[in-house]
C-alpha cells in the first residue's frame, strides 16, 4: 500500500486477534515512531510491549485504577475484558522534561504522539490493523508504579495490534475541507 493511500485510508479495529507482529515488525514499527517529529531530539517517550501474561497483569492494573479512581461498573466491565481485546499493547508513556525552555511539555506531548501515531502507521502498513485506547485510567497508581512513570510522565496511549477478528466495511471518509484549511 502506498503512503497516500494508507494516510486516507486508516481506520482503527477494537477487535483484534492473533497474529501480532513478531519481533522484526516491531522493530520497524518501533523505527517507525523514532522517526517521528522531534524538536530537540529528545525522544520524549517510552513505549511497554504487553502481551501473553502481561495482558492479564494489565487487566488487573486498569481495574485497580477504576476502583482507586473510583470510574464505575461500566469502567469496570471493560477492564475486566481489557485482555481479549488484542494479543498484543503497546503503552507508550510520555517523558516530559518541563525544564527545557526550547522544547515546552506541550511540545514534547505532541511528539510522543505523533509517534504513536507512527508506529499505528507503521503496523497498518505491514497488514496489522489496530486502535489506540486511552482513559481516565491511565492516571492508577498502581499501573503508573508497574509502567515506571516518573511523576511528569503521561501515559499516552494504549495501542492494541493484531489482526481484525472482522475487518468493517467503511465508506471512504471525505470531509468538506472548507471547514479545516483557509489560506493566509
Known amino acids: 500500500m502506498d503512503a497516500l493511500t494508507l494516510l486516507t485510508s486508516r481506520s482503527s479495529e477494537k477487535n483484534l486477534t492473533l497474529p501480532a507482529p513478531n519481533p522484526e515488525q516491531l522493530e520497524k514499527i518501533f523505527q517507525a515512531a523514532l522517526h517521528a517529529p522531534d524538536h530537540g531530539k529528545l525522544k520524549p517517550y517510552r513505549f511497554i510491549v504487553i502481551e501473553n501474561e502481561g495482558l492479564s497483569k494489565l487487566s488487573s492494573l486498569l481495574k485497580s485504577a477504576v476502583i482507586e479512581l473510583n470510574l464505575g ?12 481485546k488484542a494479543p498484543m499493547v503497546i503503552a507508550v508513556v510520555a517523558k516530559i522534561d518541563k525544564t527545557i525552555e526550547k522544547v515546552p511539555a506541550w511540545e514534547q506531548m505532541l511528539c510522543a504522539g505523533s509517534a504513536t501515531y507512527a508506529m499505528q502507521l507503521a503496523a497498518n502498513a505491514q497488514g496489522f490493523d489496530n486502535v489506540w485506547v486511552t482513559a481516565p485510567w491511565v492516571n492508577g497508581t498502581e499501573l503508573r508504579q508497574a509502567l515506571h512513570c516518573e511523576a511528569n510522565d503521561k501515559v ?13 466495511l467503511r465508506e471512504p471518509k471525505s470531509a468538506d475541507l472548507t471547514k479545516f484549511v483557509s489560506y493566509l
Do not use: H, Y
Open 73 to 84: 461498573e461500566k469502567r469496570l466491565q471493560k477492564a475486566e475484558k481489557f485482555s481479549q
Open 156 to 168: 499516552i496511549a494504549f495501542l492494541l495490534i493484531g489482526t481484525a477478528v472482522e475487518k468493517r
